[in-house]
């Protein structure tokens, strides 16, 4: 069995603001494995960013970890101060986020910052670090590293700014890496070789990877294993073969349809979700999709069903698969594969 880089436990964080506490995670469980790729998915206000924030423990006031714990090595990263935190982020730990640009800093070239970051981590001097660094920008597919490493920021493309700041973040050879929309910003094809460069670099350098993502299609053949969050709790959670092929959860069904695939053939039209994400400074008592579920029930609004397992991490929290529920023909979203969610 492989090590647990980092494990969540039951982890709440809430911000409370004038208008009351809004319970943006409401006890989120995972934990990502050595060289494995977690996708965390849900639409904008499910938590997925608020958990990665957590984990990094830059969720800014109003917000506080309320209560959980985030094992990263065994170490409980909750019960860090700042400062003890400073020696994690971007060592043990580094995050990119959906637009490169206001990360990079434009007055330096991308190659200074990769240097820094380099000197700063590791034990080497300018000239190593330089050579690291032309090593780094080849490693994501900058073409002519050794010019390219002397342009600033601007003179990058979006996609090529954002490799930069995946060398950057490899660069402190972290054993995590969160990758937070890291491609939302970018067009399709460029979204699509991003996407491509992560799972390359899952396979070289055995760094674990938290990708977050609102699009589900995004993470398909990148992930070992997916969670689905919506309303601050995790929905679902299996491999990425599991949910996409058989998913369990209405919400996720939700996704599955709302994601473009050449497969689906001339009536595979796409279909958003109807409705908005429930109010989190008063939570619904029961399941958090209710006001939006085509196959709500009466129980639903009631009481949060409990997770129901298919297998070893393939769980999911819905009320149609309690053993006593109704037979109900659900439509999974899913165009290829034996699918039976019941
Ligand atoms: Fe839909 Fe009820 Fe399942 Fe929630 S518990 S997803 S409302 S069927």
Request: glycine fraction near 8%; charged fraction near 25%.
């Amino acid at each position: 069995m492989k090590e647990k880089i980092i494990e969540v436990n039951n982890l709440q964080t809430s911000f409370y603001t004038h208008l009351g506490e809004v319970q943006a995670v409401r006890g989120v469980s995972f934990n990502v494995a050595k060289g494995e790729v977690l996708g965390i998915v849900g639409e904008s206000g499910s938590g997925k960013s608020v958990t990665s924030m957590s984990i990094m423990k830059l969720v800014s006031y109003p917000g506080k970890i309320k209560s959980g714990e985030i094992l990263f090595r065994g170490e409980d990263l909750a019960k860090k101060t700042d400062k003890e935190m400073l020696s994690v982020r971007g060592d043990k730990i580094s995050m990119i986020f959906q637009d490169p640009m206001t990360s990079l800093n434009p007055v330096y070239t991308i190659g200074n910052q990769i240097i820094e970051a380099i000197i700063r981590h590791q034990n080497v001097g300018k000239d190593e670090a330089r050579e690291k660094a032309i090593e780094m920008l080849k490693l994501v597919g900058i073409p002519s590293p050794e010019e390219r490493i002397d342009n600033y920021p601007h003179e990058f493309s979006g996609g090529m700014r954002q490799r930069a700041m995946i060398a950057i973040a490899l660069s402190c050879e972290p054993d995590l890496l969160i990758a937070d929309e890291p491609t939302t910003a970018l067009d399709v094809t460029i979204q699509a070789q991003i996407m491509e460069l992560l799972k390359e670099l899952k396979n070289k350098v055995d760094t674990s990877i938290i990708l977050i993502t609102h699009d589900l299609g995004v993470v398909a053949d990148t992930c070992d294993k997916i969670i689905v969050m919506y309303g601050g709790l995790v929905m679902e959670r299996g491999s990425a073969q599991e949910i996409f092929y058989t998913p369990k959860h209405p919400y996720t069904m939700g996704l599955m349809k709302s994601i473009p695939r050449l497969d689906a053939g001339d009536d595979g039209r796409l279909i958003p979700i109807p409705g908005t994400p429930p109010d989190l400074i008063k939570p619904p008592t029961g399941c958090p999709f209710s006001a939006r579920c085509p196959y709500a029930m009466k129980i639903c609004t009631q009481e949060m069903p409990g997770y129901t397992k298919f297998g070893e991490g393939n769980e999911a929290a819905c009320w149609l698969l309690h053993k006593d529920a109704p037979e109900v023909e659900v439509d999974t979203g899913v165009v290829r594969g034996d699918v039976n969610a019941k």
